[in-house]
T-cell receptor
Framework: KAGVTQTPRYLIKTRGQQVTLSCSPI?????VSWYQQTPGQGLQFLFE???????NKGNFPGRFSGRQFSNSRSEMNVSTLELGDSALYLC?????????????FGSGTQLSVL | SQQGEEDPQALSIQEGENATMNCSYK?????LQWYRQNSGRGLVHLIL?????REKHSGRLRVTLDTSKKSSSLLITASRAADTASYFC???????????FGTGTRLKVLA
C-alpha cells in the first residue's frame, strides 16, 4: 500500500501570497488531519476532515482553510501569507472510525515565507 | 496551550543505555500514543496504549500510563544510534477527532 503523499515537498513564497498544499491519504482511509510544526510551537492541530466534512479545527485564523474531496484527498490553503506561517505542514490519515487508531503521516511540506 | 508536555526536552545517552522520556497531559483521554520523528520528516507511530491499560511492550519499547496522574513514560532499552530522533506523545481528548501532540523529546544516542 502506498503511504501518505504530500506535495510539494518544499515551497518558497513571499508575504501576501497564497499557497495550496495537497495530501493524498492511504487508500481506504477517510480521515485526513493537518498539523503545523514549528520549532517554537511544536505540532499544532489545524483541522480534520472525514468524508468531505470538517469534524474539528484548531485555533488558527481564517486564513487557514482546507477541504476534502470525494476520493479523500485533501488540500489546505493559506491566504495572505505571513512570515510566521513558515513551518513544516504535515498531514496524517487514518480510517477515521474513531476509537483507538493510529495516524499515518506524510513527509510534510516545508513552507518558507520570505 | 498544548495538551501534552514532555520532559526532558533533550536527552543524550551512550549506545546500549536505556532512555526514558515522560509525557503529561491535561484532560481525560481515550488513548495515548508515541511517535518518532527523524530530522523534520513525517512522524512514525511507535505504540498505542489505551486508557484502561497500565503498561505495554513492543520490542525494545515499554510504555506506561498512569491516568490518575495524567502521565505516561516511554522507555527505550538498549538504545542504538538509529534511535536518534525526536519522540512525541499524542493524546485524543474524548470525542474530539483530533490528536494533541506533546512538545517532544530530542534523543541523541552516541555511538
Amino acid at each position: 500500500k502506498a503511504g501518505v503523499t504530500q506535495t510539494p515537498r518544499y515551497l518558497i513564497k513571499t508575504r501576501g501570497q497564497q499557497v495550496t498544499l495537497s495530501c493524498s491519504p492511504i487508500s481506504g482511509h477517510r480521515s485526513v488531519s493537518w498539523y503545523q510544526q514549528t520549532p517554537g510551537q511544536g505540532l499544532q492541530f489545524l483541522f480534520e476532515y472525514f468524508s468531505e466534512t470538517q469534524r474539528n479545527k484548531g485555533n488558527f485564523p481564517g486564513r487557514f482553510s482546507g477541504r476534502q474531496f470525494s476520493n479523500s484527498r485533501s488540500e489546505m490553503n493559506v491566504s495572505t501569507l505571513e512570515l510566521g506561517d513558515s513551518a513544516l505542514y504535515l498531514c496524517a490519515s487514518s480510517s477515521g472510525q474513531g476509537g483507538s487508531e493510529k495516524l499515518f503521516f506524510g513527509s510534510g511540506t516545508q513552507l518558507s515565507v520570505l | 496551550s498544548q495538551q501534552g508536555e514532555e520532559d526532558p526536552q533533550a536527552l543524550s545517552i551512550q549506545e546500549g543505555e536505556n532512555a526514558t522520556m515522560n509525557c503529561s497531559y491535561k484532560t481525560s483521554i481515550n488513548n495515548l500514543q508515541w511517535y518518532r520523528q527523524n530530522s523534520g520528516r513525517g512522524l512514525v507511530h511507535l505504540i498505542l496504549i489505551r486508557s484502561n491499560e497500565r503498561e505495554k511492550h513492543s520490542g525494545r519499547l515499554r510504555v506506561t500510563l498512569d491516568t490518575s496522574k495524567k502521565s505516561s513514560s516511554l522507555l527505550i532499552t538498549a538504545s542504538r544510534a538509529a534511535d536518534t530522533a525526536s519522540y512525541f506523545c499524542a493524546t485524543d481528548p474524548s470525542g474530539t477527532y483530533k490528536y494533541i501532540f506533546g512538545t517532544g523529546t530530542r534523543l541523541k544516542v552516541l555511538a
